[in-house]
């Protein structure tokens, strides 16, 4: 999927990124119409169009015609409940409606809907046709890193390495600098500059995790146990209040301005999977593997310090907003439990993240993103796009212990 990203072995499935995939079109769980649908489809379809236009005695006509077609269609019922609060009440948002209305009806299950229309895989999200010639050294700088590897585009970046804005994008360059097909000697450079900027940025931004720690583990091996130099280094790296400065929301559309303003042709796509290469999963997979690694090896009172030292930067990563900082920061808290002796601790590590593989369950049963309200569903991306947690938590029932206020 992110060929440039190592995942841990507990992400190769690629689930933690598919629904964020599937926000902007990437990924298809459609189920065609079948013969007998189609008029139900044709009903419904009308129906979902005069709602979204505001024309509700229309959209009345059409849902009672998609009814008498098709009596027990959740759709349908779902269609009725949004028509009534779009009358009721007005004032309250698209997606606010469409949750109160999925929750009143128990929450049906849409992910094999045979009424709502089939989405298209998307293209290839890295045209390597584009022109980095755009008279912005940072919008170049952005391309280069959203294209595929390749020689030129690397040593257009190191040359402006230390431009790069936000400075998280640093991640991206060097997930960019991982790939086996750039030039032995680039890449060896590319180590030595990334390396420099990296302790430049642990000074520029104190309060944040993800620098040292790459700096620290960028380049070890994953078999490789750690040392006690490590373990010092790790508890410093673990006394920092943050995992990262810059929000997601703010990373993606500071990308998305720079790829609009030059026209390219899937800006959505390429802002949003630059970010997602910018989050700093190595760290997290290094953390992981070594751990393993040192476990044979490390006396009871180191492997108690590694412990705490896991615990603390994940529980940071995982307070981040999304699905994948979630699931990356869980597991280190389980690790860090797991040597600490801790059961308390890890059960609560495992109930963050047992609410994180739920919501996640819960947003892909009500299956938004191929309801033909494109209101909705633009509201629903921009909410996930800001705090994906935040607003994945809101589809989990109303009385669920596992529920947090958005």
């Known amino acids: 999927m992110l060929t440039c990203i190592r995942r841990p072995p507990f ?39 005069t709602l979204e236009s505001g024309n509700l005695d229309s959209a009345a006509q059409d849902i009672r015609a998609l009814r008498e077609a098709n009596p027990e269609s959740p759709e349908a019922k ?24 999925w929750d009143e009806l128990g929450r049906p299950d849409f992910s094999d809907s045979r009424l709502l229309p089939k989405e298209n895989a998307s293209e290839d999200t890295r045209p390597d046709e584009l022109e980095l010639r755009t008279g912005s050294s940072e919008t170049e700088l952005l391309l280069a890193l959203s294209l595929g590897p390749d020689a030129t585009h690397g040593r257009l970046i ?23 097909s ?3 000697k680039l ?45 010092k280094a790790l508890e410093a790296i ?8 810059t929000d997601f929301h703010t990373l993606y559309h500071h990308a998305l301005r720079h790829f609009e303003a030059v026209s390219h042709p899937q800006p959505t796509q390429a802002a949003y999977m630059l970010v997602v290469e910018s989050m700093a999963n190595e760290p997290a997979y290094l953390l992981f593997k070594r751990t393993e690694a040192s476990e044979a090896v490390l ?46 601790r890890s059960q609560q590590a495992s109930a963050i993240r047992e609410e994180g593989a739920a919501a996640m369950k819960a947003v892909s049963r009500a299956n938004l993103l191929r309801w033909p309200l494109r209101s909705t569903r633009e509201a629903f991306k921009e909410a996930m796009l800001r705090d994906e947690m ?17």
């Open 11 to 49: 992400l190769r499935s690629g689930v933690p990124l598919a629904l964020g995939l599937g926000l902007l079109g990437i990924a298809s769980w459609a189920a065609a119409p079948g013969a007998g649908d189609t008029l139900s489809a044709e009903h419904f379809s009308r129906a979902c169009a």
């Open 78 to 101: 779902l269609l009725e409940s949004l028509l009534t609060l779009r009358r009721e009440r007005p004032s309250l948002s698209g997606f606010d409606a469409f949750l109160q209305a």
């Open 158 to 180: 190191l040359r402006h390495l230390r431009e790069l804005n936000p400075p998280e994008f640093i991640f991206a360059a060097d997930s960019f600098f991982h790939s086996e």
């Open 182 to 184: 750039l030039p032995r």
């Open 187 to 231: 890449r060896a450079q590319a180590s030595d500059t990334v390396r420099a900027r990296l302790s430049e940025l642990t000074l520029a931004a104190p309060k944040a995790m993800q620098y040292p720690a790459l700096l620290l583990l960028e380049g070890s091996s994953p078999d490789a146990p750690f040392t006690p130099e490590d373990l």
């Open 238 to 245: 673990a006394a920092l209040p943050d995992w990262r400065e």
């Open 299 to 344: 006396s009871p009172v180191e492997l108690r310090r590694l412990g705490e030292a896991l615990w603390r930067i994940g529980s940071r990563m995982a307070e981040e907003s999304t699905l994948l900082e979630r699931m990356l920061g869980t597991r280190l808290m389980q690790d860090g439990a797991r040597l600490v002796g801790d059961e308390v």
């Open 390 to 406: 935040a607003c994945m938590l809101r589809f989990l029932p109303p009385d669920s212990s596992l529920r947090k206020a958005p």
